[in-house]
């Protein structure tokens, strides 16, 4: 079995100069960062007093299975003969805090709109989801049921 490793790095960037001598007192904010890449600024979600302008560890997760699902999509899509001219997805997440403070995803929603050249193209551009959603490597690795409203569109021929 073939096996990928990847490595990111963390680096916390909130100390304000109390450390986390207490709660309130120190950011959140934080860079990640992978090789040559551009750093990604994070921090957390506001409503544990992170910074709004950055990506959060959440919205990081929810961007990862979007991504996902459409890098197998195209993949399939390609395979099949489908030609995708357009691709967008509002992917929506939901999680819950439990008792102890902690939390977890409990479902993801992916809402690809896609467009497809031809009408002749769509019913098997909306099948591919499924198949998609299989093959990710992504969802296969969460403890939540990633669900799928996917549209298709038929791009407006030119006459």
Sequence with gaps: ???HQYTTVIN????LGLGTSNYKVYSRN???TSGDKPVIDSSSDPAFLGDRTRYNPEELLLASLSSCHMLWYLHLCAEAGVVVTNYTDAAQGVMEETANGGGRFTSATLNPVVTVQDSS???KANQLHQ???ELCFIANSVAFKVHHKATCLVAESED
């Design 1 to 3: 079995m073939k096996t």
């Design 12 to 15: 916390w960037t909130g100390n």
């Design 30 to 32: 934080h860079t990640i």
């Design 121 to 123: 193209m769509a019913d």
């Design 131 to 133: 198949k998609a959603n």
